[in-house]
Structure formats: C-alpha cells, structure tokens
C-alpha cells in the first residue's frame, strides 16, 4: 500500500511538472505540425493565455499612480489558472499621451538608462547618459521572468513602446495630449551624447521607430542585446517588438524581429519574436508578412477579432490582445469564440487589487473582467485535457460556427461553442463508434452532464441542459 502511495505521488509530482516551463527544458517555438501554437520540447501544443496590466514591470514615480504589487499579481495569475503575461515598457521617463500636456507625469521606472548628468533634461531631472546601462533595469526585469517562470507562467517582454515616441490618440479628439517625447532619453535635450531621435524638428520621435537615424538604432540594438543576454537561459520568454508603434515604424519592427534572431543564433537558446499592430493605420497582412513568429492583430474590415475572430490558418501563432481590440473590454464569449477559432486570448486588465492606488483612484472594475478572467482559465483546462496538437479549427462541423475538432479514427475530440446555448447540430460522420458527451456551463464553471452516444452521422442534434452559453466537449470512448 506505501508503494502504491509513493508511486501515485511520483506520478502526480511529474504531471505537475510537465506544465511548468521551469521544469520542461526548452523554450518555445511554433508547434511543426500545428503552427497555431507553440509548443517546448515535450511536443505538447501550448496554449497561452492570460491577463496583462500596464504597470507589472515599470511603475509611475508620481504617488498618485500608486504602487504595483507583483507577488500579489503572480499570485492572481495563478489563482485563475492563467499561464501567459504581457510584460510592459516604457520607453519615456516623464509625459503621457493620455494626460492634458501640462500635466508632468513621471513614468518609467527603473529606466535602463542612468541619469546621471550633467545638466537637467525636460523633466528637471538629471539628464541620461546613453553610454551606460541601469542595472537597476536588467535586474528586476530578470527576478520578475524569474519569478513568472517558477509560477509556471510565459512572459512577452516588450521592448518598445509606441505611446512614448509621440501623441498617440485615443479617439477622444483631444489636442492637449501630452507628449511623452519630452520624456524620452533620446530626446536630445535628455541625455548627455547629443543623440537627437527627432531628425524632422517637428516635436516628435517617430523616427526611432524607424531606421532613420543610424545612431538611435545602434544604440537600440544594444539595449536587445543586454535584454537577450539578462534573459536567454530562460525557457519562458517571446519577445515583443514594441506595443502599438506608428505605421511607419513596419520596416523597423521588421529590422529589429530580424536582429533578435540573428543575434540568438549565436547563442545557447532561440526564443520566438511577436509583432503588434500599429495605430492609428496599417493593416494586419503587414503583421502576417513579418518574419515574427506571432502577431497579435487588429479589427480590420472582414476581420471582426472581436465579434467573429477568423479562423487562424496557422501562418502564425495569434496572440489574440484585447489592448489592440478594445482598448479595454471583451467578454467571456470573446474568450471561447477566440479559443474555438484557433487563437490565444489575453486580456488587456485594469486589475485593481494589484495596483495600491488610494481611494477613487484608477479605472473602474466591471463584472465582464472578471468574467474574462475566469473564462482564460477554463480554456486552459480544456486546452491541457485535450491532445491541442491534433486540433483544428472546424467551424463547418458545428452549426454554431465554433468548433476545434480532431478527427482521428479512435482518437477523435472536438470542443464546440455554443455562443446562445439551446441546440446545435454536429457533424461527426468522420468518427464512428461510442462517444463521451460532456456539457460544460462557463458561467457555473462546471460540467453539468456526461453521458454516451453513437458517432457515425452528419446531422447529431444535442441541446444543453442549461441556459446560457454552453460547452461541448465530445471524445471517443475508450470501452
């Protein structure tokens, strides 16, 4: 009886493990036989998803903007079950687009530049010096990928910022946006090297974003490689080019997804790069013509991401971003409709509880956050109970549209969506034989019935039994 104890412990130890990246040697790279997905080196598809917040790296200096707790984050992430975070940078130490220009909002820290001076900068802080780096900067941005990976968590490390090379609008029709290129090192009344980012004079730096001044992109390069070399041992990391940039800066991103890999070539470990889409123009075929590894997308005309999201094709891995879709929003529908589409949902997410502001300070909570949150995780659940490798999306097999299906004679599965309940009609003329139905309800979280039934027809008529969205998951049968 103590063998079989101590044996059911190994077993449970080693399961456990298996979905830990700290315990799975490998990094990530796009799954060769289903590229919708990465996978490591146990060939396992890994689905990734999970919620973001925009101060989880850098936090503001202002005592205002309150204090980021990140043990209390990882411990979030863990609590619903989510396995992926979007790690954010600023590039801009002072100014943001969001706030009228008056409004000196101190942002950015620990920098990965030194202020050291001499002189003052915009800010009437000490100016940067570009020749040195802030190990300040490095160091935390290693404990925290150190800190995700234990938890058992895939961190996108942002490189780049768009909201701090210029005004970036938000739909508001404002004109007294702040300029967070005031605030920005290459600035040139911000460091001490005479590196000047703005090469047109008119205010504004969206040429570092591009490749027009050779100086600016030295240096850049430079700043990747001390972020590959802080982080290339780890299993847990894909790089981001930069969050929302203009849509000139395309060639550059492009550049600079080119650099990461070539750079990594010569070392021990080669993560995957992401691009993101650009604001307030540009268009997703830009994304899926890039040498990165995944993208993460916009609504475009024919391509509702947010409503009806297109089934991935696999031509890249889909890091499905509310931040690009909303801004901030989304449902718990999003969530299944993305999962069943091919796609890995994360959320954008104010995430209050986290962040130490004082009283009626902040945005505010809404129930559909919570609801995202929790359905991230229940897809997860799915995505780890099914064989993710062998499963397509098959929208024609269910009436609903939403379907992931693998039709494997003996191994056959397919989850499908049920966005308005009721009834849906099921094609499984491909896998006969017995099948285990299994209604899943999202908003209880639970499964609420299993039973049996014949495969074999094009037309299966099952209706949940319950209102609301609904699950089916449908496998063969093992007797």
């Known amino acids: 009886m103590r063998n079989m104890f101590i044996l059911s412990l190994l077993l449970l130890l080693a399961s456990c493990s298996a979905k830990t990246p700290g315990h799975q040697p490998g990094t990530l790279r796009v799954h060769p036989d289903n590229p919708r997905y990465f996978t490591d080196n146990s060939g396992r598809a890994i689905y990734l998803t999970g919620s ?22 990882l411990d979030f992430l863990e609590e619903y079950n989510h396995n992926f975070t979007r790690l954010w940078i600023w590039e801009q130490a002072s100014w943001a687009s969001w706030t009228p220009d008056t409004v000196l909002t101190r942002f950015g820290h620990p920098m990965p530049y030194p202020r050291t001076g001499p002189g003052m900068a915009r800010d009437s802080l000490p100016r940067f010096d570009l020749g040195r780096f802030n190990q300040a900067h490095f160091s935390r941005l290693r404990a925290r990928v150190e800190a995700a990976e234990k938890r058992g968590i895939y961190v996108q490390v942002m490189l780049f910022q768009g909201f701090s090379v210029r ?68 299993d ?174 003996g191994d056959a599965e397919y989850l499908v969506y049920l966005p308005e309940g009721g009834s849906v009609v099921v094609d499984l003329s491909a896998t006969v034989g017995k099948l285990i139905v299994e209604w899943f309800e999202p908003e209880a979280g639970m499964v609420t019935e299993t039973w049996t039934i014949n495969g074999g027809s094009a037309a299966t008529s099952l209706t949940a039994p319950f209102d609301g969205d609904a699950v089916l998951y449908i496998q063969t049968s093992a007797n």
């Open 52 to 73: 973001h917040t925009w101060y989880n790296f850098q936090e503001p200096s202002n005592p205002e903007a309150g204090l980021f707790d990140y043990q209390r984050y």
């Open 167 to 234: 005004r970036q609008g938000s739909g508001t029709g404002r004109d007294d946006r702040g300029n967070p290129w005031w605030g920005h090192p290459y600035n040139v009344e911000n460091n001490i090297n005479g590196i000047d980012g703005d090469l047109d004079g008119d205010d504004l730096g969206d040429e570092v974003h591009m490749l027009s001044v050779p100086e600016v992109t030295k240096l850049q390069k430079a700043y990747i490689r001390k972020v590959i070399d802080t982080l290339n041992d780890m």
């Open 236 to 409: 847990n990391v894909i790089f981001e080019i930069a969050n929302e940039s203009h849509p000139k800066s395309m060639p550059w991103q492009y550049a600079m997804t080119d650099y990461i890999h070539e750079y990594e070539q010569t070392l021990p470990k080669q993560h995957p790069v992401l691009i993101t889409m650009t604001i307030p123009s540009g268009s997703n075929e830009e994304l899926f013509a890039s040498p990165a590894d995944a993208i993460s997308p916009k609504v475009m005309e024919n391509e509702d991401y947010k409503e009806n999201p297109p089934p991935a094709d696999g031509s890249k891995v889909i890091i499905s971003d509310t931040d690009h879709l909303w801004g901030l929003g989304g449902s718990g529908a999003w969530v299944w409709k993305s999962f069943t589409r091919g796609h890995n949902p994360i959320f954008m997410d104010p995430l209050m509880r986290c962040y130490n502001y004082p009283p009626g300070v902040g945005p505010a909570e809404k129930p559909e956050y919570e609801e995202i949150r929790r359905q991230m995780g229940q897809t997860l659940r799915y995505a780890e109970k099914m064989d993710l490798a062998a499963m397509v999306p098959s929208g024609k097999l269910s009436s609903s549209g939403y379907c992931l299906a693998n039709q494997t004679p």
